[in-house]
């Protein structure tokens, strides 16, 4: 998807009312580690979506934030800004499920990657220098 559009986050499967943490994890282009992690707990189906059950206190945010795993992305190395320079490259989005609570990650449940891309297909790139200005010119299909 669009780096800007939204996000759907499901997970089929779990036990009703079970308790797993979700956690979101990409490197920028620089290599750095940033990380985001959510408490849920499954419906009585052992369904558990991000747009209608809230996280619960104690992880990157609480409350009912479908893109909240998205947005709460946190850098290792402090004071660190996640930037993208290459617009045609995406980002890789690691998302994983773990059982419990706990500080430390329980059992791996799932996981999944999902590219966050910057630009639409059959969009053309076109550089742009005249005198002092620098810029970059994106021409849609």
């Known amino acids: 998807s669009l780096f800007d559009e939204p996000l759907a986050i499901a997970v089929q499967g779990l036990g009703p009312r079970q308790q797993v943490t979700l956690r979101t994890s990409l ?3 620089a290599g750095e ?3 985001a ?3 849920y707990e499954a419906a009585e189906d052992g369904e558990l979506d991000l747009a209608r ?3 619960l206190p104690g992880g990157s945010f609480s409350g009912l934030e479908p893109m909240g795993l998205l947005w709460a992305l946190q850098p ?3 004071f660190w800004r996640l930037v993208k ?3 045609q490259t995406p ?3 690691q998302l994983e499920v773990f059982e419990g609570h706990g500080d430390a990650p329980g059992r791996l449940l799932a996981q999944a990657q999902h590219e966050r891309l910057f630009l639409r ?3 053309r790139r076109v550089p742009v220098r005249e005198g002092r200005i620098r810029a970059t010119l994106f021409l849609p299909p």
């Open 121 to 123: 297909d059959g969009v």
């Open 85 to 87: 320079k290459d617009v």
């Open 33 to 35: 580690l940033f990380e």
């Open 76 to 78: 290792q190395k402090p």
């Open 91 to 93: 980002f890789r989005l």
């Open 53 to 55: 059950c809230p996280a």
């Open 27 to 29: 490197r920028d282009e």
């Open 37 to 39: 992690r959510a408490r």
